[in-house]
């Protein structure tokens, strides 16, 4: 019997910018410059830059069957641009909510991790009756694939608590 092995798949970090200065790559990300040198990494980043910015990202084989370069190699540049923050990696499909929480845990939790708290995870949402914001928010939240209860309808402590109250301002201030 034989065990079907996962896949790691490469994508270009959400919120970097590459660019060319001189001879290197540069990567731009909140207060970050990144540099990198080396003979052709420009033109190869370029030729692979369409397959990193994939919804799903980009497996090593898939990269191996379009360009003439051996995985090994492969494997070098990709996990040193994971290294540099410039590409994130995961056995799983990708999905964008999880790299965000990703690049806003600063990289200390696992993709991974994230995907299956997502999956699993419940949100309650603590709000007054009929408030058309919070009826909003939670829409989204289960648009994005999240478990969402109103407080009193869960009997154990939720993954994450939300509170939205509707405010209404008075005209005389």
Same mark, same amino acid.
């Given at each position: 019997?034989?065990?079907?092995?996962?896949?790691?798949?490469?994508?270009?970090?959400?919120?970097?910018?590459?660019?060319?200065?001189?001879?290197?790559?540069?990567?731009?990300?909140?207060?970050?410059?990144?540099?990198?040198?080396?003979? #052709? $990494?420009? *033109?190869? =980043?370029?030729?692979?830059? %369409?397959?990193?910015?994939?919804?799903?990202?980009?497996?090593?084989? !898939?990269?191996?069957?379009?360009?003439?370069?051996?995985?090994?190699?492969?494997?070098?540049?990709?996990?040193?641009?994971?290294?540099?923050?410039?590409?994130?990696?995961?056995?799983?499909?990708?999905?964008?909510?999880?790299?965000?929480?990703?690049?806003?845990?600063?990289?200390?939790?696992?993709?991974?991790?994230?995907?299956?708290?997502?999956?699993? #995870? $419940?949100? *309650?949402? =603590?709000?007054?009756?009929? %408030?058309?914001?919070?009826?909003?928010?939670?829409?989204?939240?289960? !648009?994005?694939?999240?478990?969402?209860?109103?407080?009193?309808?869960?009997?154990?402590?939720?993954?994450?608590?939300?509170?939205?109250?509707?405010?209404?301002?008075?005209?005389?201030?």
């Amino acid at each position: 019997m034989s065990k079907t092995k996962k896949m790691t798949r490469y994508k270009l970090a959400p919120h970097i910018t590459l660019g060319k200065l001189e001879d290197s790559l540069i990567g731009l990300k909140a207060q970050t410059v990144t540099k990198i040198e080396g003979d #052709g $990494i420009i *033109e190869f =980043i370029q030729e692979i830059s %369409n397959y990193l910015t994939e919804d799903n990202g980009v497996s090593i084989k !898939e990269l191996e069957e379009n360009f003439e370069v051996e995985s090994d190699q492969l494997k070098h540049v990709l996990e040193f641009l994971v290294t540099n923050g410039m590409c994130v990696k995961t056995d799983m499909n990708f999905d964008l909510t999880a790299l965000l929480s990703y690049e806003r845990a600063g990289g200390q939790v696992l993709v991974e991790d994230i995907l299956d708290r997502l999956k699993t #995870g $419940i949100v *309650e949402v =603590i709000t007054r009756d009929h %408030n058309p914001v919070a009826a909003e928010f939670i829409r989204h939240l289960q !648009e994005a694939g999240l478990h969402v209860v109103l407080k009193g309808e869960l009997n154990k402590q939720p993954d994450i608590r939300g509170c939205y109250w509707q405010l209404s301002f008075r005209p005389d201030f």
